[in-house]
């Protein structure tokens, strides 16, 4: 195992393993990007207020996530292709998961199927669904996810069309990914991925084979858009999806309070505050900014979760203390499965572990439920 104390350093043994435009893939935002620098600089604004002398000698971080217990309040986004980023993608990270104790949201986009993540998977699953086109296609991949035992239904709403992300026009990415000359070039200093690229399983969306047609590299966005994804998608689907899954109901991309009001009013139970890691819409605010409104006004009515930006245990203990139930992880643990598989996304979520523990004993709180308001200062402008 590579040298890997923080997120960073996964990050940067990832930038060494993988092909530029995989990379690139992997760490992009749309446009200037400018949503993703925010969601990180959102949490410098916000600063921490320890409490001193606290007996702290016993300190737990587990909690309950819509039923479900976890270890820690650190959850795994749904990320699609992970077998872009290591050669048995989703199984190498359902399996770290398993092992730390908490959940895997699966992906509509994941290159192993969702039977196959399920056969891997000793932890709990969650399913993450788009709103595709083809209802039938939406009914099918719900009783598929409820047949491999996912617990909760994760609906992404923030997707009506896909973001513009020019690093992936640049760099021709394409689903499956071809290396054209350039890439080749570049793909030829990096060995280990590209073994495992030309002697793996083909990288396609492998809950779609048999439904959608990949016989060639198209641009990606411009094939979701055109196949798969609902631009005519509301709330009422949503009130059928609820109907239609027996099992907890999330809502992922909610970014407004009112939104938030709407989710719940259509009978959610967990909304995930989100801008899609800055993937979509840029321009948008940060998901720690948002936070606290949309805490207020769901009330206790679902549990609220948060995401794009989480890079160090203090992340995870700020949005907690504004009134998440827990955080969700994309970009970092993708990082740590590029750089070293199952290994690496084991060592992200310990190094999570580690950093939450820290942060609770010098705070002086022994528990999540200790750190409320009251633990974080008003923020700096
Ligand atoms: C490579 C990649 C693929 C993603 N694929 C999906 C997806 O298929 N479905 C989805 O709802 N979100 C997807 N997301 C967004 C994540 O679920 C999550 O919202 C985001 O990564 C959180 O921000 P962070 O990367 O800063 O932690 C993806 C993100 C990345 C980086």
Redesign the pocket.
């Known amino acids: 195992m590579h040298k890997m104390y923080s997120i960073e350093d996964a990050r940067r043994l990832a930038r060494r393993r993988l092909p530029r435009m995989i990379f690139e ?4 935002g749309a446009d200037d990007e400018s949503t ?1 620098r925010s ?2 600089e959102a949490f410098d604004k916000v600063t921490l207020n320890p409490r001193v002398m606290v007996d702290v000698s016993k300190r737990d971080q587990a909690t309950t996530i819509l039923g479900d217990h976890v270890s820690l309040p650190v959850l795994l ?5 992970n077998r ?2 290591w050669r048995d993608g989703e199984l190498a990270v359902a399996r770290a998961a398993g092992k730390a104790g908490t959940i895997l ?1 699966v ?4 290159s192993c199927s969702i039977e196959e993540v399920a056969g891997a998977a000793t932890g709990v699953l969650w399913f ?1 669904l ?1 709103m595709w086109r083809d209802r039938e296609l939406i009914a099918l991949l719900v009783d598929r996810a409820q047949k491999a035992g996912c617990h909760v239904m ?1 609906v ?1 709403v ?2 009506p069309i896909m973001g513009k992300r020019p690093r992936d026009l640049r760099n021709g990415m394409t689903v499956p990914p071809r290396l054209g000359f350039w890439n080749l070039l570049d793909a030829l200093r990096r060995h280990g991925w590209v073994r495992d690229y030309l002697t793996g399983q083909e990288i396609i969306p492998r809950n779609l084979l048999g439904i959608a047609q990949f016989d060639n590299a198209v641009s990606m966005s411009a094939y979701i858009n055109k196949k798969l994804i609902n631009p005519g998608a509301t709330w009422d689907n949503i009130r059928w999806i609820r109907e239609l899954w027996k099992g907890p109901l999330a809502v ?2 909610i970014i407004t309070a009112e939104d938030a009001l709407r989710a719940v009013d259509c009978g959610v139970n967990g909304i ?1 505050v ?6 979509t819409l840029d321009g948008l605010p940060a ?1 720690l900014d948002v936070l606290p409104e949309i805490v207020r006004a769901v009330d206790g009515r679902a549990e609220v979760f948060m ?5 160090y245990g203090t992340d995870v203990i700020k949005a907690i203390a504004l009134g998440a139930r827990a955080c ?5 643990y ?1 990082w740590g499965l590029a750089a070293d598989g199952e290994a690496g996304v084991a060592r992200v979520l310990e190094i999570f572990r580690e950093e939450i523990d820290r942060t609770l004993a010098q705070l002086g709180r022994s528990k999540l439920s200790d750190v409320d308001s009251s633990a974080v200062r008003s923020r700096i402008e």
């Open positions: 893939f992997l760490d992009g993703l969601n990180l986004a749904p990320t699609g292709l872009l980023f949201m992906s509509t986009a994941s993450q788009y994760c992404s923030d997707v992922k991309g995930v989100s801008n899609h890691g800055g993937r998901t995401d794009g930006g989480i890079r969700l992880i994309g970009r970092p993708l």
